[in-house]
Each structure stands twice: as structure tokens, then as C-alpha cells.
């Protein structure tokens, strides 16, 4: 199994209940948790209804971003969210779309001029790319039941795994030249390839385009 950011220490921080529901009072607490046990990128994977305003959220993602932290935010599934929304839209957060392992908008991301960035998330690819890879994306987690054995299930697929792939990007980005959490966020935006050509619609539904780790 290859990941990144391999000496990056995690700080699991839980928001939601066992049926991944939460209240933004509770996510506003766990990032200043963040903030307050020097966290240096939040990974955010959850979203609230379309359109909703979120005030107390904004202020603890203000916060973090005064405090240099590199946020990140999934920007959402069809089928689990209607549009993309907070978190992934706050203005000083990276909103993540997922992509397919052959650089095609996964058939499972939500879309739009709201995403910045997109990044590995596995799945099947959107109708109209000639690219037909679609491995999944392993990730190392606890096994279903444990608490203390892990696994690597196949079976991942969504931006939240896309979310992570820029998380580990940014924390190798700290982790060698740069430590501003806004220095950070530009730099990943740099990195960002552009459009290829078969894929006209890509800059309206990509944002800037593919995250190249070996860039970052």
C-alpha cells in the first residue's frame, strides 16, 4: 500500500455520531480543538444541506485560517448530497471533487464552479471519457466491528477519499519548504495540471484542474 505524508501524526477528532449525523455547534467545537492542539491541515469530510448557513463553522474555519491551518473539505456525493455546501464552500477552505484512477470525474462527484481542485477518489468515470481505469482507492482503517484491528478495504469510493489525497499532499508540502497554511493552499493550487483536451467541460466542472502529487 503507498500513501503519503508518512511521519504526519493524525489527530482523529470525532463531530458526528455513529450514524454520521452532527450539528454545527459540535464541528465548530472539534476545529477548535484543532486550532487549540496545533493542528497544522483539518480534513473535513462531511456537508451540510444546500444553501444552509453556517455561521459558527465559518468563524472556527476564520480561526483556523488566521491560526495558518490548511483546510480541506469533500465537496460530496450524488445520491448524498444535492449540491455542493459547506464546508467545502467556505472561502478559505480547499473543496475537493473525486476523480477516477484514469484523471476522469468520478460518476459518483458532485461538480461545479464551487470546487477547487479535484484528486483521486476511485469509482467509475463520468459519461464521455475515453478512460475506462477505475481501480479502487485503498485505505487503511479499522476493521468493521474493531476497534483495534485495521484492514484495507477496496471498496472506497467518493471524495471524501479525495479530501484525504489533498490532506497528505499539503502536510508533505509543510512537511519540506513551505509553513503558512495560505502559502500551503496556493502551492497546491499551483500544482493543479490543467484541462485535457478531450474533456471540454473540465474547467467548468474540475476547478483548476487535476492535484499532481509529484508536483506538490
Same mark, same amino acid.
Not at 459547506?86 to 470546487?115: K, N, Q, W
Given at each position: 500500500?503507498?500513501? $503519503? @505524508? *508518512?511521519?504526519?501524526?493524525?489527530?482523529?477528532?470525532?463531530?458526528? &455520531?455513529?450514524?454520521?449525523?452532527?450539528?454545527?455547534?459540535?464541528?465548530?467545537?472539534?476545529?477548535?480543538?484543532?486550532?487549540? !492542539?496545533?493542528?497544522?491541515?483539518?480534513?473535513?469530510?462531511? !456537508?451540510?444541506?444546500?444553501?444552509?448557513?453556517?455561521?459558527?463553522? &465559518?468563524?472556527?474555519?476564520?480561526?483556523?485560517?488566521?491560526?495558518?491551518?490548511?483546510?480541506?473539505?469533500?465537496?460530496? !456525493?450524488?445520491? /448524498?448530497?444535492?449540491? %455542493?455546501?459547506?464546508?467545502?464552500?467556505?472561502?478559505?477552505?480547499?473543496?475537493?471533487?473525486?476523480?477516477?484512477?484514469?484523471?476522469? $470525474?468520478?460518476?459518483? +462527484?458532485?461538480?461545479? /464552479?464551487?470546487? &477547487?481542485?479535484?484528486?483521486?477518489?476511485?469509482?467509475?468515470?463520468?459519461?464521455?471519457?475515453? /478512460?475506462? +481505469?477505475?481501480?479502487?482507492?485503498?485505505?487503511?482503517?479499522?476493521?468493521?466491528? +474493531?476497534?483495534?484491528?485495521?484492514?484495507?478495504?477496496?471498496? *472506497?469510493?467518493?471524495? +471524501?477519499?479525495?479530501?484525504?489525497?489533498?490532506?497528505?499532499?499539503?502536510?508533505? %508540502?509543510? @512537511?519540506?519548504?513551505?509553513?503558512?497554511?495560505?502559502?500551503?493552499?496556493?502551492?497546491?493550487?499551483?500544482?493543479?495540471?490543467?484541462?485535457?483536451?478531450?474533456?471540454?467541460?473540465?474547467?467548468?466542472?474540475?476547478?483548476?484542474?487535476?492535484?499532481?502529487?509529484?508536483?506538490?
Amino acid at each position: 500500500l503507498t500513501g $503519503l @505524508a *508518512y511521519r504526519a501524526k493524525l489527530m482523529p477528532i470525532r463531530v458526528l &455520531d455513529r450514524e454520521g449525523r452532527g450539528n454545527a455547534v459540535t464541528i465548530a467545537r472539534g476545529i477548535r480543538f484543532a486550532i487549540e !492542539n496545533h493542528a497544522q491541515v483539518v480534513n473535513m469530510s462531511f !456537508n451540510f444541506a444546500c444553501g444552509k448557513p453556517v455561521p459558527v463553522v &465559518d468563524e472556527a474555519l476564520r480561526e483556523a485560517f488566521e491560526a495558518g491551518i490548511v483546510t480541506v473539505a469533500s465537496a460530496g !456525493n450524488l445520491g /448524498s448530497e444535492g449540491c %455542493v455546501s459547506e464546508p467545502a464552500t467556505a472561502p478559505r477552505v480547499i473543496g475537493v471533487g473525486g476523480t477516477t484512477e484514469g484523471g476522469c $470525474l468520478g460518476g459518483y +462527484s458532485l461538480a461545479g /464552479s464551487r470546487i &477547487d481542485l479535484v484528486a483521486p477518489g476511485g469509482g467509475i468515470p463520468k459519461g464521455g471519457c475515453p /478512460s475506462v +481505469s477505475a481501480r479502487p482507492i485503498y485505505q487503511v482503517t479499522l476493521y468493521p466491528g +474493531s476497534t483495534s484491528a485495521f484492514a484495507m478495504p477496496a471498496t *472506497y469510493v467518493g471524495t +471524501s477519499m479525495s479530501a484525504a489525497h489533498v490532506s497528505g499532499a499539503a502536510a508533505m %508540502v509543510l @512537511a519540506t519548504i513551505i509553513w503558512c497554511g495560505v502559502c500551503v493552499a496556493t502551492f497546491v493550487f499551483a500544482r493543479a495540471t490543467g484541462a485535457r483536451d478531450y474533456q471540454s467541460f473540465v474547467r467548468a466542472l474540475l476547478g483548476p484542474g487535476w492535484l499532481v502529487f509529484e508536483a506538490a
